[in-house]
């Protein structure tokens, strides 16, 4: 059994381990509430964009915009996106699994990466694929440029017969305790054809399909962009905040634990000596 002065140590360790992270968890919730209500609203427009963009589709006969041309995938490009720190439980982890299997189903087939975030790059770049671009230190404080800022290449590379579609892999934020790993194709866009069951609300168009589809295409994928940005600071935020609080609530029966054991080594130490007092009355009589 360990003595008492070595368990003392054990315990104001573990104290100051569970200071730091009882302190990280309350930064996560803190951030967490700004970072979720960014991401929630968010999506009432990316909704309503979308529907936009597939009542233009629908309603012009040109379609040679080059965001929506369609072609074989020969050429893919993966934009991953993780954190730029840890101590957020799997995030990471599942982000980088779900990204090798990716490239697994698709190893016959031409693949790059995108890498947004410093946990993703610095798993891929000893891998052998393609980095073509990166992006990181962005999620302490990033807005719409940043968006701008990515998707631009990605749009360049897209139009200009680089790559054939462009996924896109992140979590999403869908509640404190829980986020959903999301892989969704960017480029070419995807929309949808109204059914005859759905009314198609009628526009007054001030310039030629064309003009529109030049000046929406390109920021409705600036803003799939951003808002998978919004959504994996949330998600990163909700996994830390989770996570810290379990490694919180481990160095507290830690603790326990350790506490019961010093007394107990105590115990056996005041016995001993008890015994020992007495063995030596006993002998000096």
Known sequence: MPNVLDIRRRIRSVRSTQQITKAMKMVATAKLRKAQERALNSRPYGGQLQHVLN???????????????????????????????????????????????????????????????????????????????????????????????????????????????????????????????????????????????????DYIYEQPPEEIFNSLLPMFVEFQVYHVLLESAAAEHAARMTAMGAATDNAGELIDSLTLTMNRARQAGITREIIEIVSGAAASK
């Open 55 to 201: 009542s233009l589709v629908a309603r012009t006969e040109s379609r040679s915009h080059p965001l929506l041309q369609q072609c074989p995938e020969e050429r893919v490009c993966l934009v991953v996106v993780s954190a730029d720190k840890g101590l957020c439980g799997a995030f990471n982890t599942n982000i980088i699994k779900t990204a090798h299997s990716f490239l697994e189903e698709r190893k016959q087939k031409e693949i790059s990466l995108c890498c947004v975030g410093r946990k993703g790059r610095d798993f891929f770049r000893k891998h052998p694929v393609a980095l073509v671009n990166e992006f990181i230190n962005i999620f302490n404080k990033f807005d719409y440029t940043d968006g701008q800022r990515i998707a631009a290449p990605l749009m360049q590379a897209f139009s200009s017969g680089e790559v054939d579609a462009i996924y896109l892999l992140f979590n999403e934020f869908k509640s404190m305790i829980q986020q959903k790993i999301v892989l969704k194709r960017l480029l070419p866009i995807e929309h949808s054809t109204p059914t005859h069951q759905q009314t198609l609300v």
